[in-house]
Each structure stands twice: as structure tokens, then as C-alpha cells.
């Protein structure tokens, strides 16, 4: 017969037991508290910082901010976004110097750190902080000047946009069925980009025409409903005389490209402009298209899959990220 003999309770090993899964519990909680603060402390930082009064220009800058937006919907994990908009250059320097400092400050905390300028304008009153980059902290920069590229601790993305204006210009110089010179509507002031774009038309034009062309300027004022009656006063201007229809309008209004596009369709005029889906406007003869959502989307995503940015990116007439869209009718050959 076999006999069960009762199992003695030995308390110290129980107690022992106890103490050890107590530690084993702490170790883990440590452990992952460490582990969320490293998730933590590897957070991917996305600093815009954009020039005074550029957001709402409805070109340029609206499109980087748009393909800042794409990126933020891809859902990446560990990534903050702040925009930073500047009421003056001086401003727009001290966000700059900011995040600088704040590098310097918490350069040992493993956050990666992308700075990104959109004006070229103020990179000399602040390129001496780019040769002492605080670790991980990396600067990109848009620009449409070669000179930039000797900017050493930049990403420096060149968007070339006077070449690809200087083609669309020799283009409609040479065009069959745009008899006339353009005849520009500019505000008094343009800011950079537009300024580079009618550089490069104009530079492009002349270089296969001996023709001038005439030009209206509005002035840019505070008031909208005033800005809104002397564009329509400037086209009236340019179509009065324009009986048969001749006459083409190259159009540099900016934010205020929609207030012409309405006047252009009330009264068939023939026009070149920035940004114009061509195929929605029977008028329009060229557009200058510049798509920087994408470009914008693509670079935060290559920065955030490999860590790792060209030192020199050059964008040109043949990139997908800017391009001339020309209407058929007008570009058909004889």
C-alpha cells in the first residue's frame, strides 16, 4: 500500500519565490519604462519655418505646406511637425537661432532634427549655425541660386525654376499661332519665386525675339477689393484695343491669380500663367507648373525611411516636380 505523505510547507522558500517574481515584475516595469522613454526620445522632429506673409499665396508656398500635410497622412510613427511662419525677416532669423539653441541644449536626447528653409533670402544671416550642427540635426534648404550649394552642414535643393521659364519663353517666342509679344500683369513687388520665373520667360523670349513686351503693374496694397478692381482695370487695359484677339497676357498676380482667371473667362482672353490646369481653361496657352506637394512628400519620406539626404539636389526642365504645360492649339505646327 503506498502512503502519500503530506507536503511540508517550506514558508522561507515560498518567501523566496515571492521576492524573486516581485523583482522579476520590477525588472520588467524598468525595463519598459526605458523602453518607451527611448521610443520617446527617438522622436523624427520636422521643423518649416516660411518667410512673412508667404502662406495663402495659393503657389509656391502653399504647395510646401500641402506637401507637408501628404507626408503627416502617411501616418509615420514617431514624428512631430511644426510650422513656423514669421511676421518679418528678423522674426523668421530668431526661429532659426531657436531651433539652433535648442539643439545645442538637448543634443544628447537622440531626437533627429530636420530644419527646413523656404526662402533662400535670409540663408546669409544665419549659414554660420550650419558648420556646427548639433548632432542629428540636419537643415534643408530651398533655393533657386547656384551658390548656395557651397553651403557646407545644407541639404540644398536647387529648384532650377528659372530654366524651366527660360524654355517656356524661347517656346512661345517660337510658337505659330501667338503672333504678339505677352504682355505681363505684375504687381509692383513679386516675391522670389515669382521674380526668378519672370526672369526666365522674359530672358527666355527675348533670346528668340527682338519684340518688347509691355507691362501693367498693380500695387499690392492692404485693401483686396481695391487690389481686385486694378487687375480688372489692367486687363480692360490690355483687351480694349484688342479687337482680334491677339494680345496674350503673361500673368504674375501670385494669390491673386483666381481674380484674373475670372476677368480672362468673362472676356476670352489668351493668357500664359503659373500653376493653370491648361485643359480647364481654353484661353490659356502655357502654364509654368510647379509641383512641390509632391516634392515636398518624397524628400520627408526619403529623409524618414533612410535617415539620409543628398548634400546637393538639382531639379530641372526635365524633372517631374516642375514642368510647362502648353495648349495644343496654340504650339500646333503649320
Not at 510613427?77 to 539653441?101: F, G, R
Not at 524618414?304 to 495648349?327: Q, R, V
Request: net charge negative; hydrophobic share 35%.
Amino acid at each position: 500500500m503506498i502512503k502519500i505523505k503530506p507536503i511540508k510547507k517550506d514558508w522561507k522558500s515560498l518567501v523566496k519565490i515571492e521576492r524573486l517574481f516581485i523583482f522579476l515584475c520590477f525588472l520588467f516595469a524598468v525595463n519598459g519604462c526605458e523602453k518607451e522613454e527611448e521610443e520617446q526620445s527617438s522622436v523624427k522632429k520636422i521643423t518649416v519655418v516660411f518667410p512673412p506673409n508667404s502662406i495663402g499665396d495659393k503657389g509656391y508656398y502653399d504647395k510646401i505646406l500641402q506637401g507637408v500635410a501628404m507626408f503627416e497622412k502617411q501616418g509615420k510613427e514617431n514624428v512631430n511637425c511644426e510650422i513656423l511662419t514669421s511676421n518679418d525677416k528678423p522674426t523668421m532669423i530668431d526661429h532659426i537661432q531657436n531651433w539652433y539653441a535648442d539643439g545645442i541644449t538637448h543634443e544628447d536626447e537622440g531626437n533627429t532634427n530636420l530644419l527646413i528653409i523656404t526662402d533662400s533670402e535670409v540663408i546669409d544671416d544665419v549659414s554660420y549655425m550650419f558648420l556646427s550642427l548639433p548632432k542629428r540635426y540636419e537643415v534643408l534648404l530651398f533655393t533657386d541660386e547656384q551658390k548656395h550649394s557651397e553651403y557646407k552642414g545644407c541639404h540644398v535643393v536647387n529648384l532650377n525654376e528659372y530654366s524651366v521659364s527660360y524654355r517656356a519663353g524661347y517656346e512661345f517666342a517660337t510658337a505659330k499661332n501667338l503672333k504678339s509679344p505677352p504682355v505681363k500683369i505684375q504687381f509692383t513687388e513679386l516675391n522670389r519665386s515669382f521674380e526668378i520665373i519672370n526672369e526666365g520667360f522674359s530672358d527666355g523670349f527675348h533670346a528668340a525675339s527682338s519684340k518688347d513686351m509691355e507691362c501693367f503693374y498693380v500695387p499690392k496694397t492692404n485693401d483686396d477689393l481695391e487690389i481686385i478692381e486694378n487687375i480688372s482695370s489692367a486687363v480692360l487695359n490690355v483687351v480694349a484695343d484688342d479687337y482680334q484677339f491677339e494680345k496674350c497676357i503673361f500673368v504674375l498676380l501670385e494669390e491673386y491669380q483666381n481674380v484674373f482667371l475670372s476677368c480672362a473667362l468673362q472676356r476670352s482672353v489668351v493668357f500664359v500663367g503659373i500653376d493653370i490646369p491648361v485643359k480647364d481653361y481654353v484661353s490659356c496657352a502655357l502654364s509654368i507648373n510647379r509641383h512641390y506637394d509632391v516634392l515636398m512628400n518624397d524628400l520627408l519620406t526619403k529623409w524618414y525611411n533612410d535617415n539620409n539626404l543628398p548634400c546637393y539636389i538639382e531639379y530641372g526642365e526635365d524633372s517631374k516636380y516642375i514642368e510647362y504645360e502648353k495648349s495644343p492649339y496654340f504650339f500646333e505646327e503649320e
